[in-house]
């Protein structure tokens, strides 16, 4: 029988996070297949998607031609949490991301709360980005066939429809590609982040080549207060790039992939999304483009007088969404797969057919109950949840890195955090910044949801952990973690990645019951 009343400061200790990864409890192992391309590739696919296809307009309209600061306001706060999460998806190379890092430095409790967290981020994300992938969808159909989906079956209600029939099947689509196996779907995702990339880059050569300098003033019409907001709008574009984190049981080499990918990916998709507001800006007014749906294809469309432009745009834009599915969902189930591990979910996210090696119940449950809100719900209405929930993830991996390096200082790494502890303190600051940027309404929203996680764990989780239980683990407590005895360094039998099939040995005593 579970144990209740177990305090929701256990530590779970790298080592033995590291030791029980790569399988299910019952020994049906993931399979690492992924090298640093198909990570990079993955990442990209996994960000460039609905936030700057369908979400620039939104940006546009709160920051104006400023909208390239925001971008980059919104990639420095990336980028200071990217360099945390670099550290600790070379050190701690398991697909519960940060889920494991708050696991194995803040406690059980936040542990949980993150992965609460993480499944409105993913969960809501492969929502909101399906709904931005029917109105490309449509306007493709338009330009293919002249026909289009009729509105009741194209947009969630409150925005003239009354079931987004697109969403649930590109969700549904995805869920397929993923019970498939994770090299199937590493392929598609290369494919379909290459195609994206090329479309994008053809945009700005249009978009410049069209370019007027007189489209850029007023440059700030809102002050400070729209580049801020502007900046919590367009952060949705990034999320997505920790979700290379959750490969972590399926690379080859994560310790050296994993921090590069990220890095990359960041650098990339920055640059990129820069050039494309820029470019659009320039082509067309802030005016015209601000609160448009499929805005990128009508700036081709005017830029070029013809069709075709945004045909290719539209269709380059279906692609797009549909990848950022696609490794949104898979970042989604092994992240359950990680907390179902350690009980703090049902045991039914946790398993993984021994024919695909894929988690294949996970997928199609992930699938099902995040195709209910693509249908139903507007995508303003969980784009700044998401991100708030995205930034809240994103301050505690920073503190994890603080906690590690005072707690596991040995603890092998082979990228560390430039300027500690000073940008990860930047990386709380800024996250903190661009939730102020969203609102008290938000806030409030928030407050609710992890209020309802709260009650979770103390009705589930906390009563059916593993560490609670004593199931093959001890338990570190809070204070405690920095003088228990230090745990068995596992014993890496391949790469140093310490996946299925490395043995170690129990961990020191535990400093308090737990």
Known sequence: MPRPGASGLRIKSPDLLIAESGADLHGHGLRRSMGLFQLICFGVGAIVGTGIFVGLSDTVAQAGPAVVVSFVLAAVT????????????????????????????LGERTAFLVGWCLLLEYGVSVSAVAVGWGQYLNQLLGSLTGWQLP?????????GGVVNLPAVVVVVLAAVLLVRGVRESARATAAMALLKLAVLVLFCVIGFGAFRSGNLSPFAPEGLAGITSGASVAFFSYIGFDSITTAGEEARNPRRDVPVAIMVCIG????????????AIGALSADQVAGRPAALSLIVDRVTYSGIGGTVIAFGAVVAIASVVLAVMYGQTRILMS???????????????????TPVANTWIVAAVFAVPAAVVPLDMVMNLSSVGTLAVMAVVNVSVLVLRRTRSALPRRFRVPLFPLSPLLGVAFCGYLVYGTGPAVWLQFAGFLAVGLVL??????????????????????????????????????DGTGHHGTAASSAGTATGAP
Do not use: Q, W
């Open 268 to 279: 990339v998709v920055t640059v990129l999304y820069c050039l494309v507001a820029l470019a």
């Open 151 to 159: 509105a009741a079956l194209a947009n969630p209600p409150g925005e």
């Open 457 to 494: 764990y103390a009705v589930y989780g906390r009563r059916h952990s593993r560490l609670g239980d004593g199931d093959g683990a001890k338990a570190e407590i809070g204070a405690g973690v920095g003088t228990a005895a230090e745990p068995a360094v596992v014993a890496d039998t391949t």
């Open 339 to 357: 907390m179902a591990r350690d009980g703090l979910v049902p045991g039914v996210f946790a398993r993984v057919s021994p024919r695909t090696a």
């Open 78 to 105: 990336c980028v200071f949490t990217a360099f945390s999460f670099a550290e600790l998806g070379g050190a701690i190379p398991v697909s519960g991301s940060s889920y494991s890092y708050a696991y194995a430095t």
